[in-house]
């Protein structure tokens, strides 16, 4: 089944570009020119996007806000979405990838990165309904709940597990703080992100030769690289 990309840009010449490039890759596309009709595409069951490539700014509502929209609906808040940014602070991509976005790619870009991104951003998402995870030293099965570093079996506590499941379905992303404080303690937690740090220092301990696949990005949160 061919996938659909919901493309939101208000810059025609751009979205066409995209659109034509993305059809030649294989892929269906819709075009959005604003952010009140994105969110209706994006609501279609009959048509749902697979990932939704959204521009910053935008007339009317902002790409952020229809971020936070998409997050917030059921049929919607699983669909990976890309941010397109003119603005290329890294609060800016802190900021999106906390509202949810799976990625964000800076303008100007090229066509071949953004496919490039989408591929990935769509692999990982397939990935994401598998079992196990495995590299040469680290083995992680999701299901029966067990790690295995070097053959020995790590004992973790049920949110240090959470917390690794977390990280290696995320494998490659940097995971912030607030990502991983939302998707491991399932709540907003605005208090201390201490608990998270203590958290993650125990986890790479116990993980002990392991523990090197979890990289800290500094001031902004983790990313799992795996053993190489
Ligand atoms: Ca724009």
């Given at each position: 089944m061919r996938q659909y990309i919901l493309i939101v840009e208000d810059e025609a010449d751009i979205a066409e570009s995209l659109r034509y490039n993305f059809e030649r890759e294989g892929f269906r596309t819709l075009i959005a020119e604003s952010g009140e009709k994105g969110l209706r595409l994006a609501l279609d069951e009959n048509r749902p996007p697979s990932l939704i490539l959204l521009d910053?700014?935008?007339?009317?509502?902002s790409g952020i806000e229809l971020c936070r929209r998409l997050r917030r609906e059921p049929t919607t808040k699983k669909i990976p979405v890309i941010m397109l940014t003119a603005k290329a602070s890294e609060t800016d991509k802190i900021r999106g990838l906390e509202i949810g976005a799976d990625d964000y790619i800076t303008k100007p870009f090229s066509i071949k990165e953004v496919v490039a991104r989408i591929r990935a951003v769509l692999r990982r998402v397939d990935s994401e309904t598998v079992q196990k995870y495995e590299d040469d030293k680290l083995s992680v099965d999701f299901t029966d709940m067990r790690v295995y570093c070097e053959e020995d079996e790590i004992k973790l506590t049920r949110k240090e597990f959470a917390l690794l499941t977390y990280l290696t379905k995320n494998s490659g992303r940097v995971a912030t703080r607030q990502n991983l404080l939302d998707n491991v303690w399932g709540y907003s937690y605005f208090g201390d992100t201490r608990t998270l740090d203590v958290h993650i220092r125990r986890l790479r301990q116990k993980l002990?030769?392991?523990?090197?696949c979890i990289e800290t990005v500094v001031g902004v949160g983790y990313r799992f690289v795996g053993n190489r």
């Open positions: 910053l700014m935008l007339p009317g509502m002990g030769e392991c523990g090197n």
